[in-house]
């Protein structure tokens, strides 16, 4: 992807998520940005993982010919259910999703909308976590495929969901929820094949996030429609800048989306938790 691109905002667990946005050659440490005015500019052009320069995605971050034609967009990367590598069958291409789908996968619970089960790989750890606005979460289980955490996620969603609320986790900070008890009762609906693979090790992990103020009644921005979006950003969330006006933009949904970056100093507040 081109330097000029917007990518996801790096993130780093301390006292306070760390974020750090790199673009144009530059790496911002956004949390110092807080209380300042930002501008994010786009140019009008996005460009593909392929290298080629489109007017617009077809769907998810892909042109038309990857999102057909490319492993990364198969069904499988959505419904890691589907997955089949496991099974030496092919979806688009074998040895990509072997890579892929057979390495070490955790199943977890997180509370940030609420309480929801979700999957991530191993090497991903606290990261899909803190970029999913989660304030709370604990692993379940660990399995050795993508397949297997598929088939224990749609077991529980029965139970709790599997998605994000990106407008209630952005509304404010959720309730605390005891974690521990949680994974207990929903431990038992886990099917006996992969009981096996239930972690004992109990850790909660507490994620707090720099958010001066939340919004009370959430505008999205998108850039096709908002090409030129400023004003003062307030605090991150997830992978969401929170700004004046109850406007909130997210930075990894226009992932690719060419863009300039800028930022001047205006008063700055003391951050709220």
Not at 105 to 118: D, E, F, Q
Request: glycine share 6%; hydrophobic share 35%; proline share 4%.
């Amino acid at each position: 992807m081109s330097r000029d691109t917007l990518k996801k905002m790096r993130t780093e667990l301390c006292d306070v998520v760390k974020y750090s946005l790199e673009i144009n050659g530059e790496t911002y440490n956004m949390n110092d940005l807080i209380g300042k005015n930002i501008k994010i500019e786009w140019k009008g052009k996005v460009i593909c993982n392929c290298g080629e320069e489109k007017k617009k995605f077809f769907r998810s971050g892909f042109c038309y010919n990857c999102y057909w034609t490319l492993p990364e967009a198969s069904q499988s990367i959505f419904k890691p259910e589907l997955c089949t590598a496991h099974l030496n069958i092919e979806e688009r291409d074998l040895e990509w999703e072997k890579k892929f789908q057979l390495a070490p996968h955790y199943v977890y619970l997180a509370n940030s909308s609420g309480i929801k089960v979700g999957i991530t790989r191993k090497s991903q750890g606290v990261v899909r976590w803190m970029d999913q606005g989660a304030s709370q979460a604990i692993l379940l289980a660990e399995v050795p495929n993508r397949r297997y955490s598929g088939d224990i996620e749609v077991s529980l969603k029965g139970f709790v969901d599997d998605i994000t609320n990106w407008r209630k986790m952005l509304s404010g900070v959720p309730q605390s929820v005891d974690l521990v008890k949680l994974k207990e009762q929903l431990s038992e609906h886990v099917p006996e094949e992969f009981k096996q693979y239930i972690l004992a090790d109990n850790t909660v992990t507490e994620i707090r996030y720099p958010v001066n103020k939340y919004p009370s009644k959430i505008k999205n921005l998108k850039l096709e429609k908002n090409p030129v979006i400023e004003g003062e950003l307030f605090g991150i969330k997830g992978q969401y800048l929170i700004l004046d006006d109850n406007r909130v933009f997210n930075i990894r949904s226009h992932e690719g989306f060419v863009a300039d970056f800028f930022y001047n100093d205006i008063p700055k507040q003391g951050l709220l938790f």
